[in-house]
Structures are given as C-alpha cells and as structure tokens.
C-alpha cells in the first residue's frame, strides 16, 4: 500500500520561510515527485515538480522563492518556500507518480498573514 505523509505547514507572517516535506512508503518506482496547491474556491494548480533525474518545473508565481527537491534513497520529496505571500495561502499535496498510476497526499496548509 502507498502513503504519502506531509508534514511542515503552518502559520507565519509574509516574507518567512516554511519546508514541506513528503515521505512516501510502499514499493513503487517513482517517476515525478510534485506539489500542488488548492485555495478555497480556487482549482488545484501546479506548485512544482521534479523528476527522477532532477528536472525541475516551477508555477511562474513561485519562480525565484520556492525550491523542489528529492532525496530518492529516502523516498522523499521537499518543497523550500521562502518569502512567502499571503497569496501562497493553501492547502499543499504533495503528489507521486510511476508510469502507471498517480498518488495524492492528504494535503498540509499553509496560512501566510500579512
């Protein structure tokens, strides 16, 4: 069975720094490792991703300040958000997929105060 576990949300004020982290367990090859993020009353959109031989896709609103990463001997995947904006306000998922199927986390929120 595959679980993906996130964890690092939380509260803080604009311009502050936050590290998602998602762990991933169970037996599967790994392709792409992302993050997405959903606003209330807003479509789940693209954060970043990254894939297994370290390409990196960014959303244009998060070029710059967040950084995705992954550590494939820990199945692993990380999302280094600095100068955070309130209009990075969200749920965040963290998301894996193999050549076959894809897999959401439950979701951490991010609440950045002005």
């Known amino acids: 069975q595959v679980q993906l576990v996130e964890s690092g949300g939380g509260l803080v004020q604009a311009r502050a720094s936050l590290r998602l982290s998602c762990v991933v367990s169970?037996?599967?090859?790994?392709?792409?490792m992302g993050w997405y993020r959903q606003a209330p009353g807003k479509q789940r959109e693209l954060v970043a991703d990254?894939?297994?031989?370290?390409?990196?896709k960014y959303a244009d609103s998060v070029k710059g300040r967040f950084t995705i990463s992954r550590d494939n001997a820990k199945n692993t995947v990380y999302l280094q958000m600095n100068s955070l904006k309130v209009d990075d306000t969200s749920v965040y998922y963290c998301?894996?997929?193999?050549?076959?199927?894809?897999?959401w986390g439950q979701g951490t929120q991010v609440t950045v105060s002005a």
């Open positions: 990254i894939t297994s031989s370290g390409s990196t």
């Open positions: 998301r894996v997929t193999t050549i076959y199927y894809g897999y």
């Open positions: 169970g037996s599967i090859c790994i392709n792409v």
